[in-house]
């Protein structure tokens, strides 16, 4: 069973910038590596619906949310088995639970749990 964790989350002000991690195990017995998945960011606001933020196929293309476009940047490192989201110049409307998702080649979805990220002064 694949598993995900997030990490990086925190308080941060105005203007400021984080980096989120998502590492993944489980893949001992599963039939594809992390290399051949689909990862993706969403976020959560309090009281709002989960939505999309940004991904990255296998091949290393990459889509973005027009909020969020170029003040973040995914990233993947198949060697620690980790993708990655670099947030720049951060709002208060960028609050969120940002949880990671990881998609098979047979499509099955895995997610994380979730890291709180709070943009305030």
């Known amino acids: 069973q694949v598993q995900l964790v997030e990490s990086g989350g925190g308080l941060v002000q105005p203007g400021g910038s984080l980096k989120l991690s998502c590492v993944a195990s489980?893949?001992?017995?599963?039939?594809?590596?992390?290399?051949?998945?689909?990862l993706s960011w969403f976020r959560q606001a309090p009281g709002k619906e989960r939505v999309f933020v940004a991904h990255i196929t296998s091949t290393g293309n990459t889509n973005y949310t027009d909020s969020m476009k170029g003040r973040v940047t995914i990233s993947r490192d198949n060697a620690k088995s980790t993708v990655y989201l670099q947030m720049n110049s951060l709002k208060p409307d960028d609050t969120a639970v940002y949880l990671c998702r990881a998609i098979s080649p047979s499509g099955a979805n895995y997610w994380g749990p979730g890291t709180q990220v709070t943009v305030s002064s």
């Open positions: 489980g893949f001992t017995n599963s039939r594809y590596s992390f290399s051949g998945y689909t």
